[in-house]
């Protein structure tokens, strides 16, 4: 896996599985024998990572989704985070 | 009391048919004579009401879960309604169709175990019979993009082998292994002399895990699951009753704990009967022993009694005869004492040959033998 870039295009790590969990109120990420419960903005940036979307578009999607600005270092710091923890990877 | 949360395990044992004779298998010493199945029809609905009440991990168990043919419909279903599904199996049984099967259906993570008897375990640390087995079936598991998860259960006939047995993990390519020291109830309990490990074999194994995980790093996780019975604490059973597990048995019988029936005095419904959501928050025999409310001395007033709840309730009834003791691994326990005996035993014994005390085969003859 390359370092990550603005162009780099995150997935949801292989073992995994990202979903909505109405009882939880919040996504989870599921994975043998394990489960974590993601913080709203974690849920709104590992949803986006679809394999398909750049870092630089998820940011700008989040941007708009929430008018919000300035999202990119937030996005980039969670991302490196959650390939540490395999939840995320990309080519 | 607070209302619980969702079961968020739901651990299915299909059934307990099983081509192994394990002698530490926690399936009841009785097995032989349960044998209803539920159908398939029980087990979809079964998993349904688990994910409206929140289930989200489904462990597929045994018994062997690869004797039942339905196993690909089930983890299809599993899989359809959200569940992360999990298959805990000896491998005995898979063969390249069945594990594309399994994998088209939606099968998340396959845990192998290496176990059975010392025969077995003396052609795994060979390299015969039992390691081209599973070499096939972890060559499978890696082909179908499984994460590889194995899982060792350790004893007094196998502990001092420790270095092999994670090499051969190595060797696999396993991404986790789990060293789980053997928990003693039903057919662990009556061979539990044997099976005992002392301290100086705990100790050695112990280096030996430290030594492996320094040397992988990252590359293999290993976890070494202690023993409860060297260290004086008992551990939370099942993360707390009916706090997080629900076990149904293959015959539909509902359980906090998948050994919790032997428990006296109390009965576990049936998922033929009842919904989980009757089971999990109105049934007696989830509720007895949930949060501390049916505490005694030591534990009412012991200052860890919300971390280790009380420790094991199977465990208080085989060793105290009293399912509401504190869990007598604990040093405060008043019956710690046959614990520390049990732990000594084991020391003498271990220094004698195997011969004296036969090991005892989970199988159906010992099974109906034991359970007249």
Redesign the interface.
């Given at each position: 896996m390359s370092d990550l870039t603005l162009e780099s295009q995150p997935r949801v790590g292989p073992g995994f599985r990202l979903q909505w969990e109405p009882v939880q109120d919040c996504h989870v990420l599921l994975y043998p024998e394990g489960m974590v419960k993601l913080n709203g903005s974690a849920g709104e940036i590992m949803k986006r990572c679809d394999g398909e979307r750049t870092v630089a578009a998820i940011v700008d999607d989040l941007e708009k989704a929430f008018s919000a600005q300035g999202l990119e270092p937030d996005v980039l710091a969670f991302v490196e985070m959650a390939a540490k923890q395999r939840w995320l990877a990309w080519d | 009391m607070a209302t619980p949360g969702?079961p968020?395990w739901l651990l299915a044992e299909l059934t307990y048919r099983c081509p192994l004779h394990c002698v530490f298998c926690f399936n009841p010493v009785d097995f032989a004579k349960q044998e209803d199945e539920l159908s398939t029809d029980d087990w979809f609905r079964v998993l349904r009401q688990g994910r409206e009440?929140?289930a989200?991990?489904c462990?597929l168990s045994g018994g062997e879960p690869l004797v039942r043919d339905d196993l690909e419909l089930i983890v299809a279903e599993a899989h359809r309604l959200?569940y992360?599904t999990?298959l805990l199996t000896s491998g005995v049984g898979l063969t390249e169709d069945r594990a594309e099967a399994l994998k088209a259906a939606g099968l998340?993570?396959v845990?192998l175990s290496f176990q059975d008897s010392t025969k077995e375990m003396n052609d795994f640390l060979s390299h015969t019979k039992t390691f081209a087995l599973k070499s096939r079936v972890a060559g499978m598991i890696k082909s179908q993009?499984?994460?590889m998860?194995m899982n060792v259960v350790i004893h007094r006939l196998n502990i001092d082998h420790i270095d092999r047995i994670i090499a051969m993990a190595e060797e696999m390519g396993a991404e986790?292994l789990e060293l789980a020291n053997t928990q003693y109830y039903s057919w662990a309990f009556l061979n539990r002399d044997l099976l005992l490990p002392t301290h100086e074999q705990l100790r050695h194994a112990e280096e030996v895990t430290d030594a492996w995980r320094a040397k992988l790093g990252d590359k293999m996780r290993i976890f070494f699951v202690a023993p409860d019975y060297h260290e004086g604490k008992p551990k939370r059973c099942v993360n707390g009753w009916g706090s997080m597990f629900l076990t149904v048995a293959p015959d539909g019988t509902a359980l906090p704990c998948h050994t919790a029936k032997m428990l006296p005095g109390l009965s576990f419904p049936s998922v033929k009967e009842h919904s989980l959501r009757e089971i999990w928050f109105e049934s007696e025999g989830f509720n007895r022993y949930r949060g501390t409310g049916w505490m005694k001395e030591p534990c009412v007033s012991c200052d860890q009694r919300e971390v280790d709840l009380g420790g094991c309730r199977c465990q208080a009834y085989l060793l105290a005869q009293d399912p509401a003791a504190a869990d007598p691994v604990c040093v405060k326990s008043p019956h710690h004492a046959l614990v520390v005996e049990a732990v000594e035993r084991a020391g003498t014994l271990a220094k004698k040959p195997v011969t004296e005390h036969p090991l005892v085969f989970r199988d159906p003859a010992n099974s109906r033998r034991l359970s007249v």
């Open positions: - | 969702p968020l009440l929140g989200v991990q462990g959200g992360y999990n998340d993570h845990q993009g499984w994460p998860v986790y």
